[in-house]
C-alpha cells in the first residue's frame, strides 16, 4: 500500500489494529471512555513492546503529574459554585438587557450568557446543562419552537472549549508543551468569532421563520434597563474580570488563576447569603465526579500516545496523507474533517490526548504554526459537539428536556454552516490565531 511503500520502516500490524478495534469496541458497548482508552493502551503496548508493562503504573502517575492540570478541577468548581450562588442568574440578566431591543434578543441573551459561563467554566457539557436549565423554558415561551430552543443552547455551549480559559487549552498545552497561557491568549479572537457566528446564525432564523419580535422600546429606555441590570449585577463580573486580567496581563498562571476564581466566588456566594457550609459536600462531590472522568482519561491517554509515537504511527500518518496529496490546503480539510468527526463521537479530552501527536507533524510538515494548529484543532473538535446525529452536546440538551435528539439535530444544522467557515478561515489565516500574540509565536 502507498503508505508502508512511502515509509519502509512503519509496518503497521495486529499490535496496532487489534487495539484500535478493541477500543471501537469497548466505546460502542457503553463502556467508560477512560476504562477503554487503558484497555487499548495496555493491550498495544503489551503486544507491541514499545514499553515495559512494568512501568504502565509509573507512566501514568507521570502523566497526571503535571502543576498545569491544578487548574482543571479548580475551574470545574468555580462552574459549579456560579450556579449553586444564582450568580449565572446575573450573566443572563445582563445579557438579556444588552440584547432586548433586537429581534430575537433573548435566544442572543441564551448564546452571550453561554459565552459568559465558558469564560469561567472552561467546559461545554457543563455550559450546556447550566444555561440549559436557565433558558430554554423561556425561549419556547418566547416562541422559539423546543428543537431549535435547545439547538440555540447546544450550539452556544460549544464556546465552552473555544472561549479561553478553556480545559481543553490546558490539555492540548500539557500535550504537546506549549504554554497554555499562550493559547488561551491565541483563542481570544476565534473563540469570540465562534460566538459572533452563532449569534448571526440566531438572526438569521429569526428573520426567516420569525421566532421572536423585538421588544418596542425607546434607545432611553434600552439604555435605563441597562445601567440598572449592570447596577443590581455588577459583581458576578468581578469573577471573569480577575481570571481575564490575571492571564491575560501576565498577573496569575491558569491554575491561580484558577484558584483566585474559586475563592472570590465563595466569598461572594457568602456575602450575598446564596452560599451555605451545608451546601459544600454537594457542592465539592459533583465537582469531583466531573473531574474524576477527565483525569484518568489524560492518565490512560497518554501511554497509549506514547505508544503509538514509538510505534511510528505520526510518521505514518503523515506519510498516509502526503502520498494522498501534498497540497496543504487539501491536507488542512483532511485535518478538519477528522476533528469534527472525532468530535462527534468522543469527548475532547481523549480527542486531544491521541490525536494532537498524531496530526502536529503533518501539520508541521506543511508549515502551519503550532499555536494555529491548536486553535483549528480545538475549534473543529467543538464543532463535533454539535454535528448530527451524535454531537456530544446534542445529547446533553436532549437528556436536559427530553426532546428527540434527531429534532434537535435537524435544527443544529445551520449553526454548524455557519461555525465551519470560522473553523475554515482559522485554519487558511494565521493572523486569526496570533494577532495577540508576540512576534516569537508568529
Given at each position: 500500500m502507498m503508505w508502508q511503500q512511502q515509509l519502509n520502516t512503519v509496518v503497521l500490524g495486529a499490535d496496532f489494529y487489534l487495539p484500535v478495534i478493541a477500543f471501537v469496541l469497548l466505546c460502542a458497548l457503553a463502556v467508560p471512555v477512560w476504562a477503554a482508552i487503558g484497555t487499548s493502551a495496555i493491550l498495544m503496548l503489551w503486544m507491541s513492546g514499545a514499553l515495559p508493562l512494568s512501568l504502565v503504573?509509573?507512566?501514568?502517575?507521570?502523566?497526571i503529574d503535571a502543576f498545569a492540570l491544578t487548574a482543571i478541577p479548580l475551574f470545574i468548581l468555580t462552574g459549579d459554585v456560579l450556579v449553586r450562588t444564582g450568580l449565572s442568574r446575573k450573566f443572563l440578566d445582563v445579557a438579556e438587557a444588552l440584547t432586548c431591543w433586537t429581534k430575537g434578543g433573548f435566544g442572543s441573551a441564551t448564546v452571550l450568557v453561554c459565552g459568559m459561563f465558558a469564560a469561567i467554566s472552561g467546559s461545554d457539557a457543563a455550559g450546556a446543562a447550566a444555561v440549559g436549565r436557565m433558558t430554554i423554558d423561556r425561549l419556547v415561551e418566547s416562541g422559539y419552537p423546543r428543537p431549535y430552543a435547545c439547538a440555540l443552547v447546544a450550539a452556544g455551549a460549544c464556546t465552552g472549549i473555544l472561549i479561553p480559559p478553556s480545559i481543553a487549552y490546558i490539555v492540548i498545552g500539557l500535550v504537546l508543551g506549549i504554554s497554555a497561557s499562550t493559547l488561551f491568549m491565541a483563542a481570544l479572537i476565534p473563540g469570540l468569532a465562534i460566538l459572533v457566528s452563532i449569534l448571526v446564525t440566531n438572526l438569521v432564523m429569526n428573520r426567516i421563520y420569525n421566532f421572536e419580535g423585538a421588544q418596542p422600546m425607546t434607545f432611553s429606555e434600552w439604555l435605563g434597563r441597562l445601567f440598572a441590570t449592570l447596577k443590581s449585577g455588577w459583581y458576578a463580573f468581578?469573577?471573569?474580570g480577575i481570571i481575564f486580567?490575571?492571564?491575560f496581563f501576565g498577573r496569575l498562571?491558569?491554575?491561580?488563576?484558577?484558584?483566585?476564581?474559586?475563592?472570590?466566588t465563595i466569598v461572594m456566594g457568602f456575602l450575598l447569603g446564596t452560599l451555605k457550609l451545608s451546601d459544600f459536600p454537594s457542592m465539592l462531590i459533583s465537582s469531583a465526579k466531573v473531574n474524576g472522568v477527565i483525569l484518568p482519561i489524560i492518565a490512560f491517554s497518554l501511554p497509549l500516545a506514547q505508544a503509538l509515537a514509538i510505534m511510528g504511527v505520526p510518521q505514518g500518518f503523515v506519510a498516509m496523507a502526503t502520498?494522498?496529496?501534498?497540497?496543504?490546503?487539501?491536507?488542512?480539510?483532511?485535518m478538519?474533517?477528522?476533528?469534527?468527526?472525532?468530535?462527534?463521537?468522543?469527548?475532547?479530552?481523549?480527542?486531544?490526548v491521541i490525536l494532537a501527536p498524531i496530526l502536529k507533524p503533518l501539520a508541521d510538515n506543511i508549515g502551519m504554526?503550532?499555536?494555529?494548529?491548536?486553535?483549528?484543532m480545538i475549534t473543529a473538535l467543538g464543532v463535533g459537539f454539535i454535528t448530527p446525529p451524535l454531537g456530544l452536546n446534542l445529547f446533553v440538551v436532549s437528556g436536559l428536556t427530553g426532546e428527540s435528539i434527531l429534532r434537535i439535530a435537524v435544527r443544529a444544522v445551520p449553526f454548524v454552516f455557519f461555525m465551519l467557515i470560522v473553523v475554515l478561515l482559522i485554519a487558511y489565516v494565521p493572523a486569526i490565531s496570533t494577532t495577540l500574540l508576540p512576534d516569537i509565536y508568529k
Open positions: 503504573g509509573e507512566s501514568l502517575f507521570d502523566g468581578l469573577v471573569p486580567y490575571g492571564i498562571t491558569p491554575t491561580e488563576a484558577g484558584a483566585t476564581a474559586v475563592i472570590v502520498g494522498v496529496s501534498d497540497d496543504p490546503v487539501i491536507l488542512i480539510m483532511m478538519i474533517l477528522i476533528l469534527i468527526a472525532a468530535g462527534c463521537v468522543m469527548e475532547t479530552t481523549p480527542n486531544i504554526n503550532e499555536i494555529q494548529f491548536c486553535i483549528m
